[in-house]
């Protein structure tokens, strides 16, 4: 007779980045002789780690290493930090699918344990050159690090640019 005191293990590892969790209000307690016999219900944990690609290139949200249920459709978000742009959502573990991977705000399915990477790169832009003064038909340019552009009419667009650019006219 009496009353002894339970408590299930909470969490209970299984294999490397995978546990469970109990979830259940009877995870502790205590019973007599005369008290139903306990039940504990458990949900399977996976571990995902957050990562950004390039190192410092932007942030995601959530951060870090944390536990997320089997199933769980996750809220996640890359931001991209100055001079870059979000490309892409990718995965360590092909378990771990993304409502549209090239998305900065979507939805991760977890399915297993892994790492989710938010993959930037820097950001480009496109720049026209104008002049005014030089006859139509003659050559002209426009010089940015050791590359020249050239062109015969009022203007040359010069695409895939990053960063602050220095120019030359020439």
């Known amino acids: 007779s009496g009353t002894v005191a339970y408590s299930y293990d909470d969490p209970t590892p299984a294999v490397s980045g995978v546990r469970y969790d109990c979830t259940t209000a009877s995870c502790t307690g205590s019973v007599s002789s005369s008290s139903a016999n306990p039940s504990a219900s458990y949900t399977r944990q996976y571990q995902i780690t957050f990562a950004v690609l390039p190192a410092g290139s932007g942030t995601t949200a959530p951060t870090g290493t944390n536990w997320y249920n089997q199933g769980q459709a996750l809220s996640i978000t890359a931001t991209p930090g100055a001079g870059n742009t979000f490309s892409n959502w990718t995965s360590t573990n092909a378990s771990i699918t ?5 998305a900065a705000n979507t939805t991760a399915t977890i399915g297993g344990t892994g790492t989710i990477t938010a993959n930037f790169v820097a950001a480009t832009f496109s720049k026209t050159f104008n002049q005014t003064g030089i006859s139509a038909g003659t050559t002209w340019g426009v010089t940015i690090g050791a590359t020249r ?4 009419g009022a203007s040359v667009t010069i695409s895939n640019l990053s960063g602050t ?5 020439d």
């Not at 552009?149 to 015969?152: G, L, P």
């Open 149 to 152: 552009y050239t062109s015969t």
């Open 165 to 169: 650019v220095s120019y030359n006219y």
């Open 98 to 102: 993304f409502l549209s991977s090239t």
